[in-house]
Antibody, heavy 124, light 107 residues
Framework: EVQLVQSGGGLVQPGRSLRLACVASGFRFDDFAMHWIRQGPGNGLEWVSSITWNGGSTGYADSVKGRFTISRDNAKNSLYLQMDSLRTEDSAFYFC?????????????????WGQGTLVTVSS | IQMTQSPSSLSASVGDRVTITCRASQSISSYLNWYQQRPGKAPRLLIYTTSNLQNGVPSRFSGSGSGTDFTLTINSLQPEDFATYYCQQSYHTPPYTFGQGTKLEMK
């Protein structure tokens, strides 16, 4: 069974940092691009960041560019999101998501499956 | 690319047929995906590339469209179908963009 198990959320003050992690199982992790997608309280879905199968290329939403860093460790079947200079508007559930393909920015891409989500709350 | 869903909410009964519309601000060819999100759960892929049913998704779900206008149809609604539905485009990226969601509620 394909599974994505997330960890690392919590309450953090504005301006501080937090690191999210996602461990994959049930598929060959290094064959697929991965993404982070977030959902604010009562809000819709917002794509945050993407990374190719080998980490060679990444992409970020304008809202997080320069503050968040996506990375992966294929030896550990793990995806990470380093979130620095956090703002109150970054408060959301964050989902780790697998792509259909090994590249990013591919037209035929889709997101499946999704991790269980982890809550990040940025508040003083 | 802006994705606009209509309606934002919809009331229906078990056994009804419902249609949700998604409009893109410019052509996305057929690269439109649909997700279902039940309360307190992560989204789940239903349909990819306009009309392809993901494995395990019941055949009462179907999708159609091309260019800028797309629809998700659910035939014979079941109790487990009451959820929020999102469309998402992958043609003009980054960013990958979602519709604002359509909440399907029981009448």
């Amino acid at each position: 069974e394909v599974q994505l198990v997330q960890s690392g959320g919590g309450l953090v003050q504005p301006g501080r940092s937090l690191r999210l992690a996602c461990v994959a199982s049930g598929f060959r992790f290094d064959d697929f691009a991965m993404h982070w997608i977030r959902q604010g309280p009562g809000n819709g879905l917002e794509w945050v960041s993407s990374i190719t199968w080998n980490g060679g290329s990444t992409g970020y939403a304008d809202s997080v560019k320069g503050r968040f860093t996506i990375s992966r460790d294929n030896a550990k079947n793990s995806l990470y999101l380093q979130m620095d200079s956090l703002r109150t508007e970054d408060s959301a559930f964050y989902f780790c998501v697998k792509d259909r393909t090994h590249l990013i920015e591919v037209a035929s891409s889709y997101f499946d499956p999704w991790g269980q989500g982890t809550l990040v709350t940025v508040s003083s | 690319i802006q994705m606009t869903q209509s309606p934002s909410s919809l009331s229906a009964s078990v056994g009804d047929r419902v249609t949700i519309t998604c409009r893109a601000s410019q052509s996305i060819s057929s690269y439109l995906n649909w997700y279902q999100q039940r309360p307190g759960k992560a989204p789940r892929l239903l349909i990819y590339t306009t009309s392809n049913l993901q494995n395990g998704v019941p055949s009462r779900f179907s999708g159609s469209g091309s260019g800028t206008d797309f629809t998700l149809t659910i035939n014979s609604l079941q109790p487990e179908d009451f959820a929020t539905y999102y469309c998402q485009q992958s043609y003009h990226t980054p960013p990958y963009t979602f519709g604002q969601g359509t909440k399907l509620e029981m009448k």
